[in-house]
Nanobody, 125 residues
Framework: QVQLVESGGGLAQTGGSLTLSCVAS????????MAWFRQAPGKEREFVAH????????YYADDVKGRFTIARDNAKNTGYLQMSRLEPQDTGVYYC??????????????????WGQGTQVTVSL
C-alpha cells in the first residue's frame, strides 16, 4: 500500500503563497486518486481539493476555488497543492490522502484510506 509524506508547510502572511508537496512511496503513485484535506484547531477535518489518478479531473472546496491549485507529477510520485492569496482562515494542518483509482472518491474523509502525517500551515494577519 502507499505511504504519503507531506512537506512545504510553514508561516505565511495574508495574501502570500505556499506550495505543499506530498511524496508517495510503497506503490505506484498513478494507482491512486489524491486529495488534500485540512484541519483547523478545534474543528473537523475538511476537504480542500481532489485530483484523479490521471490528473485529468480536479475539484475544489468552494472557499479555495481560484486561490488553490492541485496538481500531480506521477513520474516523480509527488502531488502538490499550490496555495495563493492565503487568508488567516486557511490556517491548519494540511493532509495528503489517497484512494485506489478503481474506487469511488469524493469530498468525505471516509473515502480515503491512506493518509500522510500532515504539515502545518499558519497564515498571519
Amino acid at each position: 500500500q502507499v505511504q504519503l509524506v507531506e512537506s512545504g508547510g510553514g508561516l505565511a502572511q495574508t495574501g502570500g503563497s505556499l506550495t505543499l508537496s506530498c511524496v508517495a512511496s510503497g506503490d505506484t503513485f498513478n494507482n491512486y486518486h489524491m486529495a488534500w484535506f485540512r484541519q483547523a484547531p478545534g474543528k473537523e477535518r475538511e476537504f480542500v481539493a481532489h485530483i484523479s489518478w490521471t490528473g485529468g479531473i480536479t475539484y475544489y472546496a468552494d472557499d479555495v476555488k481560484g486561490r488553490f491549485t492541485i496538481a500531480r507529477d506521477n513520474a516523480k510520485n509527488t502531488g502538490y497543492l499550490q496555495m495563493s492569496r492565503l487568508e488567516p482562515q486557511d490556517t491548519g494542518v494540511y493532509y495528503c490522502a489517497a484512494q485506489n483509482r478503481g474506487m469511488s472518491v469524493g469530498s468525505m474523509v471516509e473515502k480515503y484510506p491512506y493518509w500522510g502525517q500532515g504539515t502545518q500551515v499558519t497564515v498571519s494577519l
